[in-house]
């Protein structure tokens, strides 16, 4: 990518760059960002590529097939190389959730179910109400009863009830 970028694009990269908060801080990119907010930068007519890749690329050489760049301040406009890490896809979300920047729960885009719901569906559950009872109450499938009984949905929740009981 940095072999085919001429003078010119390289200075009109920079040119998008801020540096002002200085080395350590981030340094967010000025110009145009796609909608989860990382930069994107034009080396030629119809080549989008996403700023902190050109960033990588400019101070450390290419980035790996198959690899990310990834951002330890978590600002997804950030281009400053020293809050850049390579990984893969994978590794970049097992950073998202250890951070719990991921959508989860409620705050999900396509949640149907609170928070309040969970705990009333386990209480019904621990009732001995049947699953597919559960389910047609919620208007969810049998499927999503079920991945919340066994804790592969909403399973903070899980931990947070089990906190609460060591509590008390």
Known sequence: MT?????TVIVRFW???DRRGGPEACWPWLA?????????FYPRRNRQIVAARIMWALTYGPV???MVVCHHCDNPSCVNPVHLFIGTQADNLADMRSKERGARGERHGISVLTEANIHEIRRMLAAGIRITAVA????????????IKS?????WLLEDAADCAAQH
């Open 151 to 155: 804790g592969h949905r909403w399973s």
């Open 32 to 40: 145009g960002c796609v909608r989860d907010g990382r930069g994107v």
């Open 136 to 147: 047609r109450h919620f208007g969810v499938s049998r499927r999503n009863i079920g991945m």
């Open 3 to 7: 072999s085919t970028m001429t003078a």
């Open 15 to 17: 040119n998008k760059v």
């Open 64 to 66: 790996p097939d198959g």
